[in-house]
C-alpha cells in the first residue's frame, strides 16, 4: 500500500473506535487520558486481530519448515517486511531488517559496522539531544576500539545549531547519528539537509527514527540516508519488534551482529558462511506474531495518511502550547510548535515532576516524569526531570483542556 501524501483530516471520533483500550477508566468514574505514546502508543483492534488472527490460523515457525503452516506463516512475515520497507521508502524489502526494536537496531550498526569501520584517532558525531539509546552502544564501542565521540550543540531554541554542526564536520567524523525527533523537546531535526552535509564530509549517517517513523512521512530515498533505526510499538505494532534500514552496500559489506541459526548458508566445526541479507542479521527465531502486527500498524496508518496524522499532531501541540503557557508555573522545554512533534516536556514551578505525574494520574491522565532515558540533555539543560505529555492521532483537543485542569490542581496540591 503506497503511502498518500495528501493531507486529509482525521477523524478522531473514529479512530478512538479503534482503540478498545481508550473506553477504560483507570478508577471508577475515571476516564483515561492517554498522553504517554512517546514512551509506547496503544493499539487498534486492527493490529491486535491480525495478531490473534495469525495465531489462531497461520501459527508456525518461519523460513523452516515445508509444511502448509511453515509456508503460511514465512509468506505473512515476508509480506509484513515488504509493507514496512515500502512504508519508510525502501528500495527492497531485503535492507530491512527485524531486530527487537530501535535500539538493538542502533546496536546492530554500532557492533556490526562500527566493529569494521572505527578505531584509534575517528570520530563519531552525535548531538546533545540523543536518547541513550543513540549514546551508550557508541560509547561501549569507544571503549572497545578507541575512537572519539563528540556531541552537536543546540541552539538556544533547543534545535541543532547548524553552524556548529558544520564546523564539527570539518573533523570527518566517519558516522553522524542523531535523532529525526527528540523525545523530550520534540525538536524535528532537518535531516536531508544534515544528511547532505554529512556525506559532503564523506560520514555515513544513522538516523534514529523512533520518536518520527510514527508521526510523519519518513522516506529514506528522499532523506537520503544510509541507516534508520524504528520501533514498532511506538506506532501502534506490538512490543519486542523493530527494523533497520540499511543502504544495500553498507549492510552486504558489515559482519554479523549475533550468530546462530537462520544467520548462515553453512557452517562446519571450524567455520560458518553468512546467509544473505537481511537473514545475516537475524539470528534465532524472529518475533513472527509480532511481524504480523507490525504489518498491520503500518498497514493502519498507511490508510490514515500519514501528512494528516502528522496534521492533526501539529494542531494538537500548537494548542497544548498555547495553554501550558497560560499556566502559572510552567515552563514548556523545546522550540517552538512549527519545527515540534506532539511532544511538550515541562515542569511546573518547583513541584517534583513525579508528583505532577501522580496527581495527573489520580485524574486519568497518562503522562511520563523523569529523563525520558535523556539524562545527557537533561544534564544541559540543567535539570533533574521533567513531565512529559505526548500525542497521537487518537488524541483529542478535550484532553489537552483535561491535561490544563489537572495542572491547576496540582497547582492548588502544592500551592
Ligand atoms: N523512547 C520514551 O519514553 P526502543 O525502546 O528501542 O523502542 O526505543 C528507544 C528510543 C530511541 N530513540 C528515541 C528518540 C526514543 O524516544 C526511544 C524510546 C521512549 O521516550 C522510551 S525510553
Given at each position: 500500500m503506497a503511502v498518500p501524501q495528501t493531507l486529509d483530516t482525521l477523524d478522531v471520533g473514529a479512530i478512538r473506535?479503534?482503540?478498545?483500550?481508550?473506553?477504560?477508566?483507570?478508577?471508577?468514574g475515571v476516564q483515561l487520558v492517554y498522553l504517554d505514546s512517546a514512551a509506547s502508543s496503544q493499539k487498534p483492534e486492527q493490529v491486535i486481530h491480525a495478531m490473534s488472527r495469525f495465531y489462531e490460523t497461520e501459527y508456525s515457525n518461519v523460513?523452516?519448515?515445508?509444511?502448509t503452516l511453515a509456508e503460511e506463516a514465512t509468506a505473512a512475515f515476508e509480506s509484513a517486511r515488504d509493507r514496512v520497507a515500502e512504508f519508510v521508502g525502501?528500495?527492497?524489502?531485503?535492507q530491512i531488517v527485524f531486530t527487537r526494536n530501535a535500539t538493538e537496531a542502533i546496536n546492530l550498526v554500532a557492533n556490526s559496522w562500527g566493529r569494521a569501520n572505527l578505531g584509534e584517532g575517528d570520530l563519531v558525531l552525535l548531538t546533545q539531544m540523543e536518547h541513550h539509546s543513540n549514546i551508550v552502544p557508541w560509547q561501549m564501542m569507544a571503549s572497545e576500539l578507541g575512537f572519539k565521540i563528540e556531541y552537536a550543540p543546540m541552539t538556544?531554541?533547543?534545535?541543532?545549531?547548524l553552524a556548529e554542526y558544520g564546523a564539527l564536520l570539518e573533523r570527518q567524523p566517519k558516522l553522524v547519528g542523531f535523532t529525526?525527533?527528540?523525545?523530550?523537546?520534540g525538536t524535528i531535526n532537518p535531516v536531508a539537509e544534515m544528511a547532505e552535509m554529512a556525506h559532503a564530509a564523506g560520514a555515513v549517517v544513522l538516523v534514529d527514527?523512533?520518536?518520527s517513523v510514527p508521526h510523519m512521512v519518513v522516506n529514506v530515498a528522499d532523506l537520503d540516508i544510509d541507516f534508520l533505526a524504528f520501533s514498532a510499538h511506538k506506532l501502534c505494532g506490538p512490543s519486542g519488534i523493530g527494523a533497520l534500514y540499511g543502504r544495500r552496500e553498507l549492510l552486504e559489506e558489515m559482519p554479523p551482529f549475533m550468530g546462530g541459526?537462520?544467520?548462515?548458508?553453512r557452517v562446519q566445526f571450524d567455520a560458518f558462511v553468512a546467509a544473505e541479507?537481511?537473514?545475516?542479521?537475524?539470528?534465532?527465531?524472529?518475533p513472527i506474531a509480532q511481524a504480523i502486527g507490525f504489518g498491520a500498524a503500518v498497514d493502519y496508518l498507511s490508510k490514515l495518511g500519514m501528512p494528516a496524522i502528522r496534521q492533526h499532531e501539529q494542531e494538537m501541540i500548537e494548542r497544548a502550547l498555547e495553554q501550558l503557557e497560560e499556566v502559572p508555573g510552567v515552563r514548556v522545554y523545546g522550540p517552538a510548535a512549527e519545527h515540534k512533534g506532539g511532544v511538550a516536556a515541562f515542569t511546573l514551578a518547583d513541584t517534583h515532576p513525579h508528583d505532577v505525574a501522580q496527581i495527573l494520574d489520580r485524574r486519568g491522565i497518562a503522562v511520563r516524569a523523569g529523563h525520558h532515558c535523556a539524562m545527557p540533555l537533561h544534564e544541559k539543560l540543567g535539570l533533574p526531570a521533567t513531565t512529559r505529555a505526548s500525542f497521537y492521532l487518537?488524541?483529542?483537543?478535550e484532553e489537552i483542556d483535561s491535561l490544563i485542569e489537572g495542572l491547576y490542581a496540582v497547582r492548588e496540591v502544592f500551592a
Open positions: 473506535k479503534d482503540f478498545p483500550i481508550l473506553k477504560r477508566e483507570t478508577q471508577e523460513h523452516r519448515g515445508i509444511h525502501a528500495e527492497s524489502s531485503r538556544d531554541d533547543q534545535r541543532i545549531d529525526q525527533m527528540s523525545n523530550v523537546l527514527g523512533a520518536q541459526g537462520e544467520m548462515i548458508k541479507l537481511p537473514s545475516k542479521f537475524e539470528a534465532g527465531t524472529p487518537y488524541n483529542t483537543p
